[in-house]
């Protein structure tokens, strides 16, 4: 399984960006997507997943009513809208997979991408 993403960048304060994951390998037979973001020198968070039957979404009180996750089962891909972004959510944008309802975790990451909000 292969996690690619794509979107990303530079944007200003209150600007909104979307970013993309697509599940490679097949129709995705895991649990849940989701989506995690680290900065430097600071542990990796949640930020938003989808449980994806039946498409139950999650998110971090830091981002509730600013970002939407989704998912399209037909690409096997994930989104996460990011709207009136903050500079404090500027950071590396992690995707990722998880296959095993019985254990915790998440099994496969993609390369992550960095978004940066200036302010």
């Known amino acids: 399984v292969q996690l690619v993403e794509s979107g990303g960048g530079l944007v200003q304060t209150g600007d909104s960006m979307r970013l993309s994951c697509t599940a490679s390998g097949g129709t995705f037979s895991g649990v849940a997507m989701g989506w995690f973001r680290q900065t430097p020198g600071k542990e990796r968070e949640f930020v938003a997943a989808?449980?994806?039957?039946?498409?139950?979404?999650y998110y971090a009180d830091s981002v509730k009513g600013r970002f939407t996750i989704s998912r399209d089962s037909a690409v096997n891909t994930i989104y996460l809208q990011m709207n009136n972004l903050k500079p404090e959510d500027t950071a590396v944008y992690y995707c990722?997979?998880?296959?095993?309802?019985?254990?915790?975790?998440?099994?496969?990451w993609g390369q992550g991408t960095q978004v940066t909000v200036s302010s």
């Open positions: 990722a997979a998880d296959y095993s309802p019985n254990s915790p975790g998440y099994d496969y």
């Open positions: 989808v449980i994806w039957v039946p498409g139950t979404p």
